[in-house]
């Protein structure tokens, strides 16, 4: 069994003694540089350039400013395009935007010899502007659109507004007894903060353009880079190399689309767009803001009668993912608790601030604090129920079949989760101790439930290929469209292999990096899908390469197919397992036969048409120091069921980093704008608040693991759920803690002198 | 890729002072950390550099024979902490400039570079201040001595001339004996953070440690430069200890500072780090020195 085994991850050793090279490491020599003006408004159109003091700067080769590009809108997001056109994604930004619609918006570039060259000719740039008013309020530009809309095509600014309802909700209102509870709970933006910023290069060769870039979705890119130019998808090449880190940000094209156009400007040199981390910071994408009003309708036995949500999300200027993130928040809205009647209404709109896109957990973080935080708002009004007793006896059940998207839920163990996290924290016996504290500093203890899906089918397509080619040693190359992006998919995908084909597990040899000229299909990381999905066309490749084997064993050994299976790398009599000959002595053979030589291989496609759901819960015992406005996080355990663990070891350290992720956009985290301009104030590393090593507790982390019977190896989605429970648990224990109900985040020291203040904590 | 135009590289202090005298524009060197940010996002783009990094006659700690300790400026911070002078007779200074950035900015920064940067979140600046340090400063037409009190002269502004480098930072005997100190760094992250506000204290108690002989109150962030809050300090020496006192020094801190509201933080959590920073390090003061409360 490889499959479940600690096993170190495969990428282990070539990026730590430095030999895996990344987008940079590949660079040539002569590439040139680019370096894109960020308009220093949030909403107007540029009218004019003046270029004559950039251009005399030396080493300046050519700049391209908005009007020059093509006259072509297109989408970035990183979903597999929809044939329907109702479906497709927001096609909304140029290559460059005479529009301009966030401080920051891309409106020009310079193309020089060298960094600073480049540098210094775009701070020479002159750009006249017309200003429009901006708007940064999400509600505000749906309550108040103004007179220019972000875009002609929304008129009122919004992208999306969607609307479901289940059983009758105004009916449901009216039982009698019920208890009313209402909130309105705020989340606030934040970037992925992947290590490696944003970068690219791209160049010409034989005819077509390659961009090189540190992306989770190689495939997807070429055909949005395609669209953008306006050339065939064959004509565009994309090659990922190893990358530092995607979260999301990386599911939507970045620089590919401009740095391909740029390219040919110059004909076909290389030139490298490589951001800052100030500009991945606003020029690139965040985490939705979003805001939610809740209404809930409680039975005093503690059952959900009737729900309401009315949420906004502030998709900020151009649409990449639009209202798929909302969407999908209104929906765990209705999964994670489906009792009674529940409502939902959704905007997603326009603003001018930076563009929010894909980020880790896909608008289920947002939702995931406002319902966990709602829910202990109740329970504070209920006569008889706990933290626990209310969430058992309202969450997901198995068989649940989801009325809005037909998702079923074909395993849950959240309830053992909960159990397990309850008895490690401790909590019944400090929900006791920490009763009516005063004193300057208070403990608390809290909690966070929730379900995730795994992966986007049946909202999109899911689809994959991969590709299996036995080496002459017995080994084999393996291949996936699917992006290997730090959270350890080589590694899980070349156990599957393993595991499947009865090989060792060091006889796998992935190839990590994506050229789109040759890798399978697949859209890429994101959803939590690649496990799930890619696991299932790495099977089915697995088991067809394993037939191919034996059909060639069969005419080397002259005995039937049918008594014939690969066991433990060798051939063996099906039965009485009697080896009959290794693995290797057939590759060989196949390899070099004169009279019957065979380069066996196998290529196949999963066109995946199943979900399912995945669970967890965070407990938090933390500490709270009134006068200072600081949280010490004592403790933090997270539970986790995903089905079969495919790799312990690589799970553990894949919850860490989502914990870590909770922890900051708990506490910390938040992209802060200058009210007047629209400008990022924080956009670095220093006063964005990103945690460190020391500022992250000991982060526990534990599974229950039911098999799950639609899942290629009983396995279900563990990348992004980490993250979802984390928020809610603190903010949950601060409640335990001081009595104080704090509806938004982070939960940083500013926000806490203020509701403790009001509070009359601190006077 | 860094904007440099010149980089000048003396081999002593005196050629050094002769760079600086003729290049009165070019900026001291010291271990970049400041400089290398401000070149990198353009404000200091394009500019001219002394490197004075290479010269160890700037760097090391040393008690002088009136009992005065030295500290040269271009001394790490790593240095400093680990220095068995400032560990047995100035440990609040050692602690507070253990609080810097991560191991490699304390590794590459120096003292030097953090008061002559001239803000105010140093966090080597309030424990300097509230020492009474006092600085050596070098020209070519000589050395001046100036009290680190008056050295500060608005946000990044020090009073040092074109043609001038800072070469000494002493801490006079009396500022420090017999005398214990605590700073406290309030900042969002426990690493690689700015003070939010910073707060160092020192006190001198009398022989039977019942009363505050002398205490000394010093602040980073609670106005423009680092600064002392003499009513607070006034209203202490004399004192019998007691939790009121306490209370009243810190009370009395509010009316010296003058925290503004900035994207970073308000002004009215400020005041209230303020009141509750000095209160905490009065206490610890207090203990170190052998009193109760
Ligand atoms: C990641 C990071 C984290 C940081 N964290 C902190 C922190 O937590 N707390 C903190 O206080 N600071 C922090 N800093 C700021 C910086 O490290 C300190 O201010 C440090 O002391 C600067 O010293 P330096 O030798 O590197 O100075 P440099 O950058 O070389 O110089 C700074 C300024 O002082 C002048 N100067 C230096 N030496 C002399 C001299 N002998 N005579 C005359 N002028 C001189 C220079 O011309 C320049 O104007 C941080 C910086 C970074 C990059």
Same mark, same amino acid.
């Given at each position: 069994m490889v499959v479940g085994k600690k096993i170190n991850r495969v990428d282990a050793v070539t990026k730590a003694d430095g030999t895996a090279k990344y987008t940079e490491d590949l660079?040539?020599?002569?590439c040139l540089v680019a370096k894109v003006l960020h308009s220093t408004i949030a909403n107007g159109k540029v009218?004019?350039?003046?270029?004559e003091e950039a251009k005399k700067?030396?080493?300046?080769v050519k700049i391209i400013t908005?009007?020059?590009?093509?006259d072509i809108q297109y989408p970035t997001a990183g979903?597999?395009?929809?044939?329907e056109k109702a479906h497709?994604?927001?096609?909304?930004?140029?290559?460059?935007?005479?529009?301009?619609?966030?401080?920051?918006?891309?409106?020009a570039a310079v193309i020089a010899d060298d960094e600073i060259a480049a540098d210094h000719a775009r701070d020479l740039i002159k750009v006249e502007y017309e200003e429009y008013p901006a708007i940064f309020d999400m509600e505000e530009s749906v309550n108040n659109p103004g007179?220019?809309? $972000?875009h002609e095509e929304k008129p009122n600014n919004v992208i999306v507004k969607s609307n479901y309802e289940v059983l009758d909700y105004d009916e449901a209102?009216?039982?009698?007894?019920l208890i009313k509870v209402t909130g309105v709970y705020e989340t606030q933006k934040v970037q992925?903060?992947?290590?490696?910023?944003a970068s690219s290069f791209a160049y010409k060769e034989a005819g077509k353009v390659v961009v090189v870039s540190a992306t989770q979705i190689p495939h997807i890119v070429r055909r949005v880079c395609s669209q953008a130019l306006g050339c065939?998808?064959?004509?565009v090449r994309i090659i990922k190399p190893?990358?530092?880190?995607?979260?999301?940000?990386?599911q939507d094209a970045l620089t590919e689309p401009l740095n391909a156009f740029l390219t040919l400007q110059v004909g076909g040199r290389p030139v490298k767009l490589m951001y800052t981390r100030e500009e991945t910071f606003f020029g690139t994408r965040s985490r939705h803001a979003m805001k939610f009003y809740i209404t809930s309708y409680v039975r005093p036995n503690g059952t959900f009668a009737a729900r309401e949500i009315v949420a906004y999300s502030d998709?900020? /200027?151009?649409?990449?993912? /639009?209202h798929a993130l909302v969407a999908n928040a209104v929906n765990a809205f209705r999964m994670m608790?489906?009792?009674?009647a529940i409502k939902g209404v959704a905007y997603t709109v326009y603003t001018n601030n930076p563009t929010a896109g894909a980020m880790r957990a896909y608008g289920i973080p947002q939702i995931g604090f406002a319902l966990e935080a709602h829910v202990d708002d109740i329970i504070a009004k209920l006569p008889n129920d706990d933290a626990i007793s209310f969430r058992k006896k309202n969450m997901m059940q198995l068989g649940y079949v989801d009325?809005?998207?037909?998702?079923?839920?074909?395993?849950?163990?959240l309830s053992e989760c909960i159990d397990k996290g309850r008895e490690a924290i401790g909590w019944d016996e400090k929900i006791e101790k920490y009763k009516n504290q005063t004193g300057d500093v208070r403990h608390g203890v809290g909690m966070g439930i929730f379900c995730y899906k795994t992966g986007v089918y049946p909202i999109a397509l899911e689809t994959s290929a991969c590709r299996m080619i036995l080496n002459q040693d017995g080994s084999i190359q393996l291949q996936v469209? /699917?992006?290997?992006?730090?959270?350890g998919a080589d590694t899980v995908f070349s156990q599957m292999a393993a595991e499947t084909l009865s090989i060792?597990?060091?006889?796998v040899h992935i190839l990590s990096q994506q050229d789109t000229d040759v890798t399978p299909y697949d859209t890429g990381?994101?959803?939590?899908?690649q496990t799930y999905v890619t696991g299932m066309a790495v099977r089915k490749t697995a088991e067809s390469l394993k037939n191919k084997i034996c059909d060639y064993a069969a005419w080397m050994l002259n005995k039937?197919?049918?008594d014939l299976d690969l066991v433990d790398n060798h051939i063996v009599r099906v039965g009485?397992?009697?080896?009959?000959?290794s693995l290797k002595e057939v590759a060989m053979e196949a390899c070099y036969s004169r009279t019957n030589s065979n380069h066996i291989a196998a290529e196949e496609t999963h066109h995946c048409s199943d979900n399912t759901y995945s669970f967890g819960v965070c407990f938090a015992d933390i500490e709270v120091d009134i006068p200072l406005c600081q949280i010490k996080v004592n403790r933090i355990i997270n539970v986790h069921?995903?089905?079969?663990?495919?790799n312990p070891q690589t799970a553990e350290g894949q919850v860490h980093g989502g914990m870590s992720m909770g922890l900051g956009y708990g506490l910390l985290e938040k992209m802060l704008f200058d009210?007047?301009?629209?400008?990022?104030?924080?956009?670095n590393l220093l006063d964005y608040k990103l945690m460190t090593a020391i500022d992250t507790p000991d982060l526990e982390v534990a599974f229950v693991e039911?098999?799950?019977?639609?899942?290629?190896?009983?396995n279900k989605s563990?990348?992004?759920?980490?993250? $979802?429970?984390v928020a809610p648990a603190l903010r949950n224990a601060v409640y335990n803690a001081t009595g104080v109900a704090i509806d938004?985040?982070?939960?940083n020291p500013e926000k806490l002198f203020q509701e403790f203040t009001d509070a009359g904590l601190i006077k | 890729m860094y904007d440099f135009n010149n980089i000048y590289q003396p081999k002593t202090i005196e050629e050094a002072l002769k760079m600086k005298s003729e290049h009165p524009e070019a900026l001291i060197l010291a271990g970049g950390s400041d400089i290398l940010i401000q070149v990198r996002d353009g404000k200091l783009a394009g500019c001219d550099v002394i490197n004075i990094?290479?010269?160890?006659?700037?760097r090391g700690i040393c008690v002088e024979d009136n009992g005065s300790i030295l500290i040269r400026p271009l001394t790490s911070f790593s240095h400093i902490t680990k220095n068995p002078i400032i560990e047995k007779f100035l440990p609040a200074l050692g602690f507070a400039v253990d609080q810097i950035g991560g191991p490699q900015i304390r590794n590459i920064g120096t003292i030097g570079g953090n008061i002559c940067?001239?803000?105010?979140?140093?966090?080597s600046a309030s424990t300097l201040k509230a020492y009474d340090a006092v600085l050596e400063i070098a020209s070519v037409d000589g050395i001046r001595l100036l009290p680190y009190a008056d050295?500060?002269?608005?946000?990044?502004?020090?009073?040092?001339?074109?043609?001038e480098i800072l070469t000494g930072i002493r801490v006079p005997k009396e500022s420090y004996e017999n005398t214990y100190g605590e700073y406290m760094k309030y900042s969002?992250?426990?690493?690689m953070d700015i003070a939010t506000l910073g707060c160092s204290v020192n006190v001198r108690l009398t022989d039977d440690k019942k009363s505050i002989d002398r205490v000394r109150i010093a602040y980073g962030v609670a106005g423009p430069t680092p600064m002392r809050v003499p009513t607070a300090e006034k209203l202490g020496n004399g004192k019998v200890i007691t939790e009121q006192l306490i209370t009243d020094i810190a009370e009395a801190a509010l009316t010296d500072v003058k925290p503004r509201t900035s994207w970073r933080a308000s002004k009215e959590f400020r005041m209230q780090l303020i009141k509750e920073l000095c209160k905490r390090s009065l206490r610890t003061s207090i203990k170190k020195a052998g009193g109760t409360i």
């Amino acid at each position: 069994m490889v499959v479940g085994k600690k096993i170190n991850r495969v990428d282990a050793v070539t990026k730590a003694d430095g030999t895996a090279k990344y987008t940079e490491d590949l660079l040539d020599d002569k590439c040139l540089v680019a370096k894109v003006l960020h308009s220093t408004i949030a909403n107007g159109k540029v009218l004019s350039f003046d270029l004559e003091e950039a251009k005399k700067v030396p080493g300046v080769v050519k700049i391209i400013t908005s009007f020059d590009v093509p006259d072509i809108q297109y989408p970035t997001a990183g979903h597999p395009w929809s044939t329907e056109k109702a479906h497709q994604d927001v096609c909304d930004r140029k290559l460059l935007n005479t529009r301009v619609r966030f401080y920051g918006d891309e409106i020009a570039a310079v193309i020089a010899d060298d960094e600073i060259a480049a540098d210094h000719a775009r701070d020479l740039i002159k750009v006249e502007y017309e200003e429009y008013p901006a708007i940064f309020d999400m509600e505000e530009s749906v309550n108040n659109p103004g007179d220019v809309p $972000i875009h002609e095509e929304k008129p009122n600014n919004v992208i999306v507004k969607s609307n479901y309802e289940v059983l009758d909700y105004d009916e449901a209102v009216k039982e009698p007894g019920l208890i009313k509870v209402t909130g309105v709970y705020e989340t606030q933006k934040v970037q992925q903060c992947h290590i490696e910023n944003a970068s690219s290069f791209a160049y010409k060769e034989a005819g077509k353009v390659v961009v090189v870039s540190a992306t989770q979705i190689p495939h997807i890119v070429r055909r949005v880079c395609s669209q953008a130019l306006g050339c065939d998808m064959g004509k565009v090449r994309i090659i990922k190399p190893y990358l530092g880190g995607g979260f999301g940000n990386r599911q939507d094209a970045l620089t590919e689309p401009l740095n391909a156009f740029l390219t040919l400007q110059v004909g076909g040199r290389p030139v490298k767009l490589m951001y800052t981390r100030e500009e991945t910071f606003f020029g690139t994408r965040s985490r939705h803001a979003m805001k939610f009003y809740i209404t809930s309708y409680v039975r005093p036995n503690g059952t959900f009668a009737a729900r309401e949500i009315v949420a906004y999300s502030d998709n900020g /200027a151009y649409g990449s993912h /639009a209202h798929a993130l909302v969407a999908n928040a209104v929906n765990a809205f209705r999964m994670m608790y489906p009792v009674g009647a529940i409502k939902g209404v959704a905007y997603t709109v326009y603003t001018n601030n930076p563009t929010a896109g894909a980020m880790r957990a896909y608008g289920i973080p947002q939702i995931g604090f406002a319902l966990e935080a709602h829910v202990d708002d109740i329970i504070a009004k209920l006569p008889n129920d706990d933290a626990i007793s209310f969430r058992k006896k309202n969450m997901m059940q198995l068989g649940y079949v989801d009325p809005g998207t037909t998702i079923t839920c074909h395993s849950t163990g959240l309830s053992e989760c909960i159990d397990k996290g309850r008895e490690a924290i401790g909590w019944d016996e400090k929900i006791e101790k920490y009763k009516n504290q005063t004193g300057d500093v208070r403990h608390g203890v809290g909690m966070g439930i929730f379900c995730y899906k795994t992966g986007v089918y049946p909202i999109a397509l899911e689809t994959s290929a991969c590709r299996m080619i036995l080496n002459q040693d017995g080994s084999i190359q393996l291949q996936v469209g /699917a992006t290997e992006i730090g959270q350890g998919a080589d590694t899980v995908f070349s156990q599957m292999a393993a595991e499947t084909l009865s090989i060792p597990f060091e006889n796998v040899h992935i190839l990590s990096q994506q050229d789109t000229d040759v890798t399978p299909y697949d859209t890429g990381a994101y959803g939590s899908r690649q496990t799930y999905v890619t696991g299932m066309a790495v099977r089915k490749t697995a088991e067809s390469l394993k037939n191919k084997i034996c059909d060639y064993a069969a005419w080397m050994l002259n005995k039937d197919r049918i008594d014939l299976d690969l066991v433990d790398n060798h051939i063996v009599r099906v039965g009485t397992n009697d080896v009959l000959i290794s693995l290797k002595e057939v590759a060989m053979e196949a390899c070099y036969s004169r009279t019957n030589s065979n380069h066996i291989a196998a290529e196949e496609t999963h066109h995946c048409s199943d979900n399912t759901y995945s669970f967890g819960v965070c407990f938090a015992d933390i500490e709270v120091d009134i006068p200072l406005c600081q949280i010490k996080v004592n403790r933090i355990i997270n539970v986790h069921d995903s089905g079969t663990i495919i790799n312990p070891q690589t799970a553990e350290g894949q919850v860490h980093g989502g914990m870590s992720m909770g922890l900051g956009y708990g506490l910390l985290e938040k992209m802060l704008f200058d009210p007047k301009t629209g400008r990022m104030l924080n956009s670095n590393l220093l006063d964005y608040k990103l945690m460190t090593a020391i500022d992250t507790p000991d982060l526990e982390v534990a599974f229950v693991e039911p098999k799950d019977p639609s899942g290629p190896y009983g396995n279900k989605s563990l990348g992004e759920p980490p993250v $979802i429970p984390v928020a809610p648990a603190l903010r949950n224990a601060v409640y335990n803690a001081t009595g104080v109900a704090i509806d938004s985040i982070p939960l940083n020291p500013e926000k806490l002198f203020q509701e403790f203040t009001d509070a009359g904590l601190i006077k | 890729m860094y904007d440099f135009n010149n980089i000048y590289q003396p081999k002593t202090i005196e050629e050094a002072l002769k760079m600086k005298s003729e290049h009165p524009e070019a900026l001291i060197l010291a271990g970049g950390s400041d400089i290398l940010i401000q070149v990198r996002d353009g404000k200091l783009a394009g500019c001219d550099v002394i490197n004075i990094q290479p010269l160890n006659e700037l760097r090391g700690i040393c008690v002088e024979d009136n009992g005065s300790i030295l500290i040269r400026p271009l001394t790490s911070f790593s240095h400093i902490t680990k220095n068995p002078i400032i560990e047995k007779f100035l440990p609040a200074l050692g602690f507070a400039v253990d609080q810097i950035g991560g191991p490699q900015i304390r590794n590459i920064g120096t003292i030097g570079g953090n008061i002559c940067n001239g803000v105010t979140s140093a966090d080597s600046a309030s424990t300097l201040k509230a020492y009474d340090a006092v600085l050596e400063i070098a020209s070519v037409d000589g050395i001046r001595l100036l009290p680190y009190a008056d050295f500060s002269k608005g946000p990044g502004k020090v009073d040092l001339k074109g043609n001038e480098i800072l070469t000494g930072i002493r801490v006079p005997k009396e500022s420090y004996e017999n005398t214990y100190g605590e700073y406290m760094k309030y900042s969002v992250r426990r690493a690689m953070d700015i003070a939010t506000l910073g707060c160092s204290v020192n006190v001198r108690l009398t022989d039977d440690k019942k009363s505050i002989d002398r205490v000394r109150i010093a602040y980073g962030v609670a106005g423009p430069t680092p600064m002392r809050v003499p009513t607070a300090e006034k209203l202490g020496n004399g004192k019998v200890i007691t939790e009121q006192l306490i209370t009243d020094i810190a009370e009395a801190a509010l009316t010296d500072v003058k925290p503004r509201t900035s994207w970073r933080a308000s002004k009215e959590f400020r005041m209230q780090l303020i009141k509750e920073l000095c209160k905490r390090s009065l206490r610890t003061s207090i203990k170190k020195a052998g009193g109760t409360i």
